[in-house]
């Protein structure tokens, strides 16, 4: 789960509001300023930059509760600039990292996987050790499930599904996840190998699929009507 | 009187046997004639009457033969109506049943003519299914193993330039 990254950012930005006390009356150009030198992602440091200190209390209280194990479904995540900024965060950012990792790192020994793992998350505090541990702990399938789960509750997301038969590298999944992003903004497209296809790829957006594989055409291909 | 007695003629004898005689007739008369005459006349009358009888019972006989014979010549002529009736009755019936006969040969060739395209259509379309059937189970045992992987990386990149 999510849960040890929301905890290490709530840890970092605890500590860096602890020690600016008046972030919040601050000119958002101040606040920038203030907060180059934090270890946060970016999404985050625009929200901050954007918020007023009463809204940073009230999602720091529904962030608490979503730590705390109240079920999403009951949290009053739609639309919340938080969830916002962290749908952002792993849509864009942390889904490119994913994206370079290749089919087969889900299945390798742990110790392999912790060694790959810091090629792709190389810094050094609390919020990548939980990225690295959210990637190698869970399988491909499980974080997809969670990020895909959390933009449709957040912003009403499409379910987008990119089946190819055999596993993409990475710069065509980037891409094609640009360009997934841009028809349907704030969704997590989950790449999926099905050998079945033979060639070409298909995608499908909630439930509806837009078919460019071989199986599709031989399918056509051999169900064509014979002239009588 | 004399002459009678010297031929030996009683003329008392032969008044007494007159008399007799006359007795006798009167005695008949009375006894014997009248009866029979009686009975005769009876009798006469009797089978008059049996005549008449029998002649009312004869013209009876013949009014109820005639009437028979009435009754036998209406029972034919309806006989007759009757059978011809029935004959035109039978003659519709199997001029109906030839052509209801007909219909129903028609319409069971007619099933069973669209019974046999149908089943030929079936039969066309199982093994247009099969030879389809056939060409896919070829095709993808050709193109799931003897297809390059680079053109199968290949196939992925244009079908997503198609797609973009």
């Known amino acids: ?228 | 009187m004399e002459g009678l007695l010297k031929l030996g003629i009683d003329p008392l004898s032969i008044l007494i046997y007159v008399v007799n005689t006359g007795v006798l007739l009167g005695v008949l008369v009375f006894v014997l004639y009248k009866p029979l005459l009686k009975f005769i006349d009876e009798r006469r009358k009797q089978i008059s009457d049996s005549v008449d009888e029998a002649r009312l019972l004869k013209e009876e006989l013949d009014k109820k033969s005639e009437e028979a014979n009435n009754a036998q010549v209406h029972f034919e002529t309806e006989l007759k109506k009757e059978r011809e009736a029935l004959r035109k009755f039978a003659e519709e019936k199997r001029v109906q049943l030839e052509a209801d006969m007909a219909a129903t040969r028609t319409e069971m060739m007619q099933k069973a003519e669209a019974d046999i395209e149908a089943h030929k259509a079936t039969m066309v379309k199982e093994v247009e299914a099969d030879l389809l059937n056939l060409m896919k189970k070829i095709i993808l045992e050709i193109v799931q193993h003897k297809v390059p992987e680079q053109v199968i990386q290949d196939s992925i990149k244009d079908a997503w330039k198609q797609y973009k």
Do not use: C
């Open chain 1, 1 to 228: 789960m999510i849960n040890s990254f929301l905890t290490a950012l709530l840890y970092e930005l605890v500590h860096f509001l602890a020690k600016h006390k008046d972030f919040f009356e601050l000119a958002h150009e101040v606040r920038e300023e203030k907060l180059a030198n934090l270890k946060v992602p970016a999404a985050f440091k625009h929200y901050l930059t954007q918020i007023s200190g009463e809204h940073f209390f009230k999602d720091l209280k529904i962030v608490t509760s979503m730590l705390n194990g109240t079920p999403w479904a009951q949290l009053p995540l739609k639309g919340n600039a938080f969830f916002k900024a962290l749908t952002e965060f792993f849509t864009v950012t942390f889904a490119a990292k994913v994206d370079e990792l290749s089919g087969r790192f889900y299945l390798l020994p742990y110790e392999t996987r912790v060694v790959d793992i810091r090629k792709i998350i190389e810094s050094d505090n609390r919020i990548a050790d939980a990225l690295r541990e959210f990637l190698i702990t869970n399988s491909y399938q499980e974080v997809a499930g969670i990020l895909t789960e959390l933009a449709q509750l957040v912003n009403g997301a499409d379910m987008v599904l990119v089946q190819a038969p055999r596993d993409m590298d990475s710069e065509l999944k980037k891409e094609i996840r640009k360009v997934l992003l841009e028809k349907h903004p704030h969704s997590f497209p989950v790449f999926q190998v099905n050998r079945g296809l033979i060639g070409g790829f298909r995608v499908f957006v909630n439930g509806t699929s837009m078919d460019h594989s071989w199986l599709s055409r031989i399918a056509k291909l051999t169900s064509l009507k014979t002239v009588s």
